[in-house]
């Protein structure tokens, strides 16, 4: 049975259809910048973790756990200490953090990743109060988390993997870790793929500020998606799964259009 959206409790302004369209346009551009960098880079996202020393790909898991957890807590930190930035400065500030990752080879681009990953998180957490959510909620800091469980900029499958629009998942103490542990294995897939291009022998500096460049705005936009989403269904009464629903098939009906 298909699902379909119920009636809302008040209209969308502009039009619910019409929201869902600008935020599919947002998903598919996401989407498409990491592969146009690495097209750049003459480098395929198929077999790119290949590229990792061992070493480094059996430690992806942990080394992503410890990531997050430490982001999770400076991220919120430092947003009560430093003024936020606006979008595009964000990318800048990654774009360096990811030149100085890129310069060193794989031991710089590993000692990077908490740093980058903090700047992300605490850009998502931005993103929410936008969307007029609260940080400090539990729901609202676990859904900044599951962003992270998203297909990632690299994937070069067209089919959407939109699971983690649909996570419903709650942060408390005593709970974080067990959050974070759900997030990881899919962060890391995509984290693996960060550092394999960064590897990739052109300008290391250069190529780490481009991939992070990538990687920084593809998660800044599935902000927007998925709090988007969360906001409409809030603000119009509609049922969040069929909303995410007819956003699934407002991507498929476009791609078989192309």
Request: net charge neutral; glycine share 8%; charged share 20%.
């Amino acid at each position: 049975m298909n699902q379909s959206i119920l009636p809302p409790i008040k209209p969308a302004a502009p039009p619910l259809d019409v929201q869902i369209k600008h935020l599919a346009a947002r998903y598919r551009n996401a989407r498409g910048i990491g592969l146009k960098v690495l097209n750049a880079l003459g480098a395929k996202a198929e077999g790119l973790l290949d590229n990792l020393p061992k070493g480094a790909r059996d430690g992806l898991d942990g080394a992503t756990i410890k990531a997050l957890e430490f982001s999770f807590e400076a991220a919120a930190k430092t947003r009560a200490n430093v003024p936020d930035s606006g979008q595009w400065m964000t990318r800048a500030l990654t774009m360096g953090t990811g030149a100085a990752g890129g310069f060193g080879g794989l031991p710089s681009a590993l000692a990077e990743l908490p740093v980058t990953t903090t700047v992300i998180l605490r850009a998502i957490q931005t993103i929410a109060e936008e969307h007029g959510f609260d940080t400090t909620h539990p729901d609202t800091r676990a859904e900044c988390l599951q962003v992270f469980a998203s297909a990632g900029p690299l994937a070069e499958d067209d089919s959407t993997d939109l699971n983690f629009l649909t996570l419903r998942l709650s942060v408390t103490g005593a709970t974080l870790h067990g959050v974070i542990k759900q997030v990881a294995p899919k962060l890391a897939l995509v984290l693996g793929q960060k550092l394999a291009a960064q590897t990739i022998p052109v300008l290391g500096a250069v190529t780490g500020a481009a991939i992070n460049y990538s990687f920084t705005s593809y998660y800044q936009e599935m902000a927007h998606v998925s709090f988007g989403l969360r906001r409409l269904a809030e603000e119009t009464g509609s049922d969040r799964a069929a909303l995410v629903e007819a956003f699934r098939q407002e991507l498929s009906n476009k791609a078989t259009k192309r």
